[in-house]
């Protein structure tokens, strides 16, 4: 498939790629409000979470091009190439929910 696309598109691609993995999420549920300091890195955002920005209208500028750019590798099954920062930054990032758990405690009095 790689042996398909011109020289100087794999590395105009390798390119963006590279780009593309420095960004992280800097607003929403996925920013750093939520996931200090700098919030979720775009390539670990789920692609139905991509998807809503792409039926809705990706961010202006660059932001919005690295998100797309992500999105067109998620869903064409190129995910695992993000598997390489993912793991120089620890594992993929848990975007489960933190469920806070409140424990009250009874004392019987004497």
Request: proline share 6%.
């Amino acid at each position: 498939m790689a042996s398909d696309i011109p020289e100087g598109d794999v590395e105009a691609f390798k390119y963006l790629l590279g780009e593309a993995v420095m960004w992280h999420m800097p607003f929403g549920k996925y920013g750093p409000s939520h996931y200090p300091p700098r919030g979720v890195p775009l390539y670990d955002l789920s692609v139905e979470y991509l998807g809503w920005f792409k039926q809705r209208g990706f961010p202006q500028g660059k932001l919005g091009q690295m998100m797309e750019l992500i999105y067109e590798a998620k869903i064409h099954g190129a995910d695992h190439v993000f598997n390489e920062y993912r793991t120089r930054r620890g594992g993929r990032t848990d975007l489960r929910e933190k469920k806070v758990v409140r424990r009250h405690h009874r004392f019987k009095e004497d």
